[in-house]
């Protein structure tokens, strides 16, 4: 009956906008085409392998029609020493009484031959919804005179998501971003789109819409009905004409034309006549100009953030003014707006962006000064210090050690010494097997009463809260040590989008159980669950 055949799978992303970091969770949008006869219900799954050699299968419920190729998606943690020729297997499984039986099609893939990115655990992400990048690609383009960390905060990648229909449906697989910033993409989120965007949120993603200069793409003022509506604030105003010479200083380094031509039209959301995003709802003031009035709100929400902002910084027209090189004027803009004059105060940074023009001649005129960097990496080894058993591990080991030890000074020059001096040798191989006996007892007897018959949890847990919000969150390295040999359920309590994963540090040297297991977990019901 095994056909592996009958379904195709495709790769369409390895990581939201193709991009994945070793060690973190992952979204995978596969794509499934049927040449099943009819539709069917069948399990879609990505085998993650455990430290220890277990086998834990990703995956969820899908349902498929013949000859109809549909995406779907999958949530699941990389391993940290995932390298690019590292085999990874996703397989669709049919369904019988509910339970995965056989497979009806298998994609074997190495990483490294896909079109995704990997980026190392120390890097930021950074994602655009749009093809526009606003100034964000700065971040990315770090000089080569020196290393990144002297003049960055932390080294970034900036990502483009073209598109929706590259988002995923879970807030997991939006968990690796640091902030995404909505440009010039189409407002068409299904509803466990939106669901997914305002849950990353929640719990400390940092959402930054630049509303267009035409249209209403996110529907403002139409209450709840619009697009993630219940966390937008009401119809912004409209000035028409904004002189660009007001815009500028915000977003560039040098001193703009003493006239720049033209004005741009902006949205605001308070002057004297409106105010659209009142502070009873959580919002603040982040931009303002003279013309117009407040041009940039911001507000919490949970740990996260969410920023309008009304001038569109993709404009062509500020961009062509805004990288103007006048008399006098030392450096030319090369990007508008300038990441560090604008986009540090959004995003919380200190990163300097300097241009490569700028770079060139600081070199040329010997006014780069490299002083040497310090840099603190809290890495995994905090984390084991605290939930590893050392103490009883050695104790135990030190224990069997002491045992042995006396079972050879017994069994061997001892009993021969006796054996000798009484002249009974050939009783020699009768006082080992007694001796042997005795030790085999008193080992189980030691085994039976210094071994712990209790599940024990170590933990190293992080609380996070943002002052004025109703969300505490709780982030926890755990060691679960479980008596005997048999399975364990694990489910944490609370909220059913919180993630119980398997975590392994970046070096790690772990010999594999002798029982082997394959468990699932159901991503789309029971990320809080897990069966060892």
Known sequence: RFNPNLVDIKLKQLGTGNIYRPGDMVGIQIELTSQLAEDESVWLQWDHETADGDVIGYGRRVTIS??????????????????????QIVRVRRLEDNQPTEDLGILRMEPGNTNAR???RETGMLGVIGTQLAGLDAYERIPNFQPAVLIASEPTTVTSIPDTSRLPDRWMGLRPFEALVWTDAEVELSPPQEAAVLEWIRRGGHLIIILPQTGNPWSLGMGEDGPLGSVLPGAPGRAEEVPIKDILPDLIKHDPPAVPPGTIPVLFFRNGDINVAPENDGWISIWNLPEAGTVGIQRSI???????LGVDLTSNTLRAVGMLRMPGTRFLTEIVPEADVFWNRILGRRSDTPSSRAVDELNEENGVVQTPGSTQTVGDNVILNEIEDAGVVGGTILLAFAVFLLYWLFAIPLCWAILKKKRMLQWSWFGFFDISLIFTAVAWVTVSMTRELNVKILHLTVLDHVHGEDLQQAQSWMSIFTPGYG????SLNGEPDSLLLPWEPEEINISGFPDKRQTLVDIAKESSRITI
Request: net charge neutral.
């Open 487 to 490: 399975n364990y359920d694990i």
């Open 66 to 87: 013949p000859n109809q190729p549909r995406p779907f998606w999958l949530y699941v943690p990389l391993s940290p020493s995932l390298q690019s020729d590292t085999l």
């Open 118 to 120: 990997p980026v190392s």
């Open 302 to 308: 949970g740990r996260g953030q969410l920023t309008i």
